[in-house]
């Protein structure tokens, strides 16, 4: 198990901004995917971005490219989604997730970019509890 717990979630205005965390406690991942979801009510869960931590290597869907970044901090226990421009649209249950990737993924951009891809969100093995985000003007 990877316990995945995150936070930073909440109402904020149209076009503003917002850090989402994901916590990783008693697990260290040196060659995972980390990646954030969305899920709206009545809408299938998407993928929106992604970091592959044995590399630092990001990913993100087309939707949130230019406004969100993720990022992992420096001893590799915490997953950051900084939203910026916040759109309604973006409003959501946002979750964490992790799946291992062959450490070869180091020196393989293909096989890290699979991190983010169409329906990923079946190949993640590890998920929080999610953490809500409203976006209204």
């Known amino acids: 198990q990877v316990p995945l717990v995150e936070s930073g979630g909440g109402w904020v205005q149209t076009g503003g901004s917002l850090r989402l965390s994901c916590a990783v406690s008693g697990y260290t991942y040196r060659s995972h995917c980390m990646g954030w979801f969305r899920q709206a009510p009545g809408k299938e869960r998407e993928g929106v971005a992604a970091?592959?931590?044995?590399?630092?290597?990001?990913y993100y869907a087309d939707s949130v490219k230019g406004r969100f970044t993720i990022s992992q901090d420096k001893v590799n226990t915490t997953v950051y989604l900084q939203m910026h421009s916040l759109k309604s649209e973006d409003s959501a249950m946002y979750y964490c997730a992790a799946r291992p990737l062959p450490l070869a993924a180091q020196h393989d951009g293909l096989l890290a970019s699979t991190c983010l891809r169409p329906n990923s969100r079946y190949e993640y093995t590890y998920w929080g509890q999610g953490t809500q985000v409203t976006v209204s003007s």
């Open positions: 970091i592959y931590t044995g590399g630092g290597n990001t």
